[in-house]
C-alpha cells in the first residue's frame, strides 16, 4: 500500500469520528445548520480559513506562481485583500440580521417568498459550480498521486463525492466545523514547513532566493528561455492584460463577500463580536498562508524547474513536486494527504451551504410560507437535498473528466457571487428605498450577466475534447465574443444596475419602514439571539 494512500486513510478515518461524534449533537435545526451557534471566534476563524483555502489556493496559486512569475503572485494579493470586504461590510450584519442563509438577511424587510427563491437559485448556482471544480480537481489529483493503486479518476471523484455527503449529511454544520479546523491547521503547517525548507535550500539567503527568481529556466516551444520571474508580464499581456487583472481582481474582492459556504459560517457563533472576532483570525491565518504561496511557487520554479513539473502532473503539481525534491517521498505523500484534506473540507462547506439553503429558503419559506409542517422536517429536506447535490456534482465531474478547465469553473462561480449576491446584500443593509423587485432583478441580472459573458469568453474556449463542454465548444467553431476570462469588471456593475433600477422603478413602502429596525439590529445585535432561538 503506498505511502499517499495510507496517509489518506488516516484522514478519512478521523474525520469520520468527527462526523459520527458530531451525529449525536446534530439533533434539531439549529444544531444541524448552524452548529448550535456554540462555535468560538477562534475555532470559527480556523474553519474559515479553512473553508476559504480550497484546492485552487494551495495546488493552483503555487502553480500559477511557478509557471507565470509575478502576475500569479497577483492572485494571492487578491485572495487575501477580500477579506477586508467580508470583515468591513458584511460579517457582522449578516450575522445579526440572520438566521441560517443569506437569504434571511434579504427576507427580513422584503417580501420573502421571491426574494430567498431568487437567493436559493443563486446559492446553488454558486455551490455546485464549485464544488465542481473542486470534485474534477480532487479526482485528477487523487488519482495521479495514487496511480499505483489502481484508482482511476471515476473511482476517486465518487469517493471524495461519498465522503463529502457522510460528513454533511449525518454530522451537519458541527462535523463540517471540525472536518475544516483539522484541515487549516494541517495546512498551515505543512505549508510552514515546506516555506521553511525552501528559503533553507538558499540557506535562508533571501538575496540568493530572489537572484534565482530572476533568472528562470525553461524551455518554451523548443527554445531555452531565461525569465525575470520578479517581472510583470507572463500572464497579463497586451491588449487586455490590465483589464484581465482588474475584472480578476474585482470578482475576488467582491465574489469572497458573496460566497455562500463562506457567509453561513457567520451564523455558526454566538454574537456579532464572536463574528468580528473569527474573522480577524481568519485574515491572519489566510495572510500567512498567502504570503507562504510565494515561497511555494517561487521554490517551485527555481528547484523543481518548469519543465519538470509541466512532465510530471502539470502546475497543480508544482507544490507535491517541491516536497518530494525537498524532503523525499514521505513529506511529499504528507503534502498530497493534505490536499486532499482541503477538498474534503472545502466540498463539504460548500454542499451543507446548498442544502441549508434548499431547505431553510425554498421548501420551508417559499413552498411551505415559512411553516415547518413537522418537527425536524428542515432538517430531513436538507440531508436528503446534501444527497442530491452531492450526486449531480459526483455526474458533472465525471461527465466533465479530468481534463476539464477547473479555472473557468471556479472564475464563474466568484463572478456569480460578485454580480449576484453582493450588491443585494450591500443594497439591503444600507439602502433604506431598496425593494423587492430590486433585489430580484439584482440577483437575476448578476446571474445571468456572469453566466453569459463566461459562455461567450475565452474561458470556454479553452476546453478541449473529449470532454463534453469541449465537443460542444468544436461543434460551434467560434471565437470568444468576450475578451476577458473573467466577466466581473462588467458583470458586476450590471448586477447593481438591475438592483438599483428595479428598485427605482417601484415603490414598496412596507420595505422602507422597516429600514430602521434593519439598521439598528444588523449594528447592534438587537433581537438576533431571540430570532436565532426558534
Not at 471540525?178 to 533571501?206: D, E, N, P, R, Y
Amino acid at each position: 500500500m503506498s505511502t499517499p494512500l495510507v496517509m489518506f486513510l488516516i484522514f478519512i478515518a478521523i474525520t469520520l469520528g468527527i462526523t459520527y461524534w458530531a451525529s449525536k449533537r446534530s439533533t434539531g435545526s439549529s444544531a444541524y445548520f448552524a452548529a448550535s451557534r456554540r462555535v468560538t471566534g477562534w475555532q470559527n476563524g480556523i474553519a474559515v480559513a479553512g473553508d476559504y483555502m480550497s484546492a485552487a489556493s494551495f495546488l493552483g496559486i503555487a502553480g500559477i506562481i511557478a509557471f507565470q512569475g509575478y502576475d500569479g503572485f497577483l492572485f494571492s494579493v487578491g485572495w487575501l485583500v477580500a477579506y477586508l470586504t467580508v470583515l468591513l461590510v458584511v460579517a457582522e450584519p449578516l450575522r445579526n440580521a440572520g438566521k441560517y442563509t443569506m437569504a434571511d438577511v434579504l427576507a427580513y424587510r422584503l417580501k420573502p417568498r421571491p426574494v430567498r427563491a431568487m437567493a436559493s437559485l443563486s446559492t446553488l448556482t454558486v455551490s455546485t459550480f464549485y464544488m465542481i471544480a473542486q470534485m474534477v480537481g480532487a479526482g485528477a489529483l487523487v488519482a495521479l498521486l495514487l496511480k499505483g493503486s489502481g484508482i482511476t479518476f471515476h473511482t476517486a471523484v465518487i469517493g471524495v463525492g461519498v465522503l463529502m455527503i457522510v460528513y454533511v449529511v449525518f454530522g451537519g454544520m458541527l462535523a463540517t466545523t471540525w472536518v475544516q479546523i483539522i484541515k487549516a491547521i494541517l495546512l498551515m503547517g505543512g505549508t510552514l514547513l515546506l516555506s521553511i525548507l525552501v528559503l533553507a535550500h538558499f540557506g535562508f539567503h533571501l538575496g540568493a532566493f530572489f537572484d534565482a527568481i530572476g533568472h528562470v529556466t525553461y524551455h518554451d516551444k523548443g527554445q531555452e528561455v531565461v525569465k525575470d520571474f520578479l517581472q510583470p508580464g507572463l500572464r497579463y499581456k497586451p491588449p487586455y492584460g490590465p483589464l484581465e487583472l482588474i475584472s480578476l481582481g474585482m470578482a475576488l474582492i467582491f465574489g469572497t463577500a458573496g460566497l455562500p459556504h463562506i457567509l453561513v459560517r457567520f451564523y455558526t457563533v454566538p454574537d456579532a463580536k464572536t463574528a468580528r472576532i473569527s474573522v480577524v483570525w481568519a485574515m491572519v491565518l489566510i495572510g500567512s498562508f498567502y504570503i507562504m504561496t510565494t515561497f511555494l511557487g517561487f521554490g517551485a520554479a527555481t528547484i523543481v524547474g518548469r519543465d519538470f513539473i509541466a512532465t510530471h502532473g502539470g502546475t497543480n503539481m508544482s507544490a507535491p513536486l517541491l516536497a518530494q525534491a525537498l524532503a523525499g517521498d514521505i513529506f511529499f505523500a504528507f503534502i498530497s494527504s493534505i490536499a486532499f484534506a482541503t477538498i474534503l473540507a472545502v466540498v463539504a462547506g460548500l454542499t451543507i451551504s446548498a442544502s441549508t439553503s434548499f431547505a431553510h429558503d425554498f421548501w420551508t419559506n417559499v413552498i411551505h410560507k415559512g411553516v415547518e409542517r413537522k418537527a425536524g422536517e428542515e432538517v430531513l429536506v436538507a440531508r436528503i437535498s446534501a444527497f442530491v447535490v452531492g450526486a449531480v456534482a459526483i455526474f458533472v465531474a465525471i461527465l466533465l473528466g479530468p481534463t476539464a478547465n477547473v479555472a473557468f469553473l471556479v472564475a464563474l462561480a466568484f463572478a456569480v457571487a460578485a454580480s449576484a449576491n453582493l450588491p443585494v446584500i450591500v443594497l439591503s443593509i444600507f439602502w433604506r428605498r431598496f425593494n423587492t423587485v430590486g433585489a430580484c432583478l439584482g440577483l437575476g441580472t448578476g446571474l445571468v450577466a456572469s453566466i453569459g459573458l463566461i459562455l461567450i469568453g475565452p474561458s470556454l474556449m479553452a476546453v478541449d475534447p473529449p470532454t463534453v463542454v469541449g465537443a460542444a465548444r468544436h461543434l460551434f467553431q467560434r471565437p470568444a465574443i468576450f475578451p476577458l476570462e473573467n466577466p466581473g469588471i462588467l458583470s458586476i456593475p450590471l448586477g447593481f444596475l438591475g438592483a438599483i433600477l428595479g428598485t427605482l422603478l417601484s415603490h414598496e413602502p412596507s420595505a422602507e419602514s422597516k429600514f430602521n429596525e434593519l439598521l439598528v439590529r444588523s449594528n447592534t445585535g438587537l433581537g438576533a439571539e431571540k430570532a436565532s432561538a426558534h
